[in-house]
């Protein structure tokens, strides 16, 4: 038990001046808590963007017009190619690896019920959008493939809209008017919130596509197709087949055109905000390296003011018979100690902290084992390191100059 033995003599060594050591052990603990809270706050904010992709599954495909601009009134300005049609979502049938395909396309419109009439999202799509979409319902289901084929006006509610318009009431199978065209009520979905790219998931009115297309809104071309691969392995091959079906419906091959779509790969848009996070971390890394190198000087003031403050102890105990590398880990224990006891109080702040920032700010933070263990590690790291100096000066002293000069 030599090494308790060591800790014990290094905690009362250090308690000679109590002062000096709050002050170094303040130093670590604030450089800590600061690189816990950081990392929070940074994993927070990577969950909150990849949350809704991930969500999604790492196995989807999203096809999107493509942008292109056109001249009104000699200038240029944005416009959204109207080439994705429910041709291209058929001829998608028969390809291989696919597991869930869903047309998708969107309008404001109005929904009333009894006399009352609220504004909401009104989407088109197909029987596997809220599989894909990952939507859970609070009520009822989703409509069918053949409600689909057949054009039946059902609907699937979003959950504010069926408080709204419904209170207490259960809204399945009401009957409420969409666009001023009676449709019925098959589901209710579970409170979402928003979506960056979809609005306030709440407030929406889910119907068939070829209703949506043939009896709602009057259009005859898609916002987006959704295709789910069956593995995440065979995203790049079913990716590579959507590009080739879809320059051959919309005769680009023969032309020599460009894509007048844009498919986004879900694994992509992972992997690039991951790059993204490390880019961030690797700044967080930096931020955390000052902040230790800061409480590394304290504890090195610390330990050489108290080799200073000791000749005459080590002096006398080398002399009578105490090894060099005795007093060597006594004072490495010394630095060691202050690094674990100024960890232990920075994982502390550095959990209040991340907690107060999370219910008192708009930040939103999450905490995880490698982001309080690893910055705890540093500080023991930390403390050692600093403290090799002062204890190999301590070690390598000569015992009749250091009682001469005491």
């Known amino acids: 038990m030599k090494w308790y033995s060591n800790l014990k003599l290094s905690y009362t060594s250090l308690l000679l001046n109590k002062s000096r050591l709050y002050f170094s052990i303040l130093g670590m603990a604030v450089g800590i808590s600061a690189v816990i809270t950081i990392l929070s706050i940074g994993e927070g904010a990577r969950e909150k963007a990849l949350g809704p992709i991930k969500s999604m599954g790492t196995n989807l495909l999203v096809v999107n017009p493509a942008k292109t601009k056109e001249v009104f009134r000699d200038k240029q300005r944005p416009t959204t190619v109207t080439t994705l049609r429910m041709k291209d979502v058929e001829s998608f049938l028969d390809i291989n690896h ?120 009057n259009l005859d071309y898609l916002g987006q197709i959704y295709i789910s691969a069956d593995e995440q392995n065979n995203c790049i091959s079913l990716e590579q087949d959507t590009r080739l079906i879809l320059r051959e419906n919309h005769d680009l091959e023969q032309q020599r055109k460009k894509d007048d779509f844009v498919i986004v790969n879900q694994l992509s848009s992972i992997n690039a905000a991951e790059e993204t996070s490390k880019g961030f971390n690797i700044l967080i890394i930096g931020v955390a390296a000052i902040s230790l190198i800061i409480g590394g000087v304290g504890i090195l003031a610390l330990m050489i003011m108290a080799v200073k403050e000791r000749i005459a102890e080590i002096g006398l105990r080398i002399s009578v018979g105490a090894k060099r590398k005795d007093i060597l880990w006594q004072f490495l ?24 920032t999370n219910n008192l700010s708009s930040w939103e933070t999450k905490l995880s084992w490698q982001g309080i263990v690893v910055p705890f590690l540093f500080s023991l790291l930390t403390g050692l390191v600093f403290g090799v100096f002062p204890a190999y000066t301590a070690a390598n002293l000569d015992p009749v100059e250091a009682l001469r000069n005491e």
């Open 98 to 217: 696919l597991k869930y395909i869903s047309p998708f396309q969107q309008i404001n419109g109005t929904i009333r019920y009894e006399g009352q009439t609220i504004k909401s999202l009104i989407q088109g799509t197909s029987e596997d959008y809220t599989t894909i979409r990952d939507y859970k319902f609070k009520a009822g289901s989703i409509f069918t493939s053949e409600d689909n084929f057949s054009m039946e006006k059902v609907a699937v509610l979003g959950s504010m809209n069926a408080e709204l318009l419904f209170k207490d009431e259960d809204p399945i199978n009401k009957t409420i008017f969409i666009n001023n065209i009676r449709f019925r009520v098959v589901g209710v979905l579970q409170i979402k919130g928003l979506e960056s790219e979809m609005g306030n998931i709440d407030n929406v009115a889910i119907i068939p596509i070829r209703t949506f297309l043939r009896r709602v809104s």
């Open 333 to 356: 224990s010394e630095s060691l100690l202050i690094g674990i006891i100024g960890g232990l109080v920075g994982v502390v702040f550095g959990i209040v902290f991340s907690v107060l």
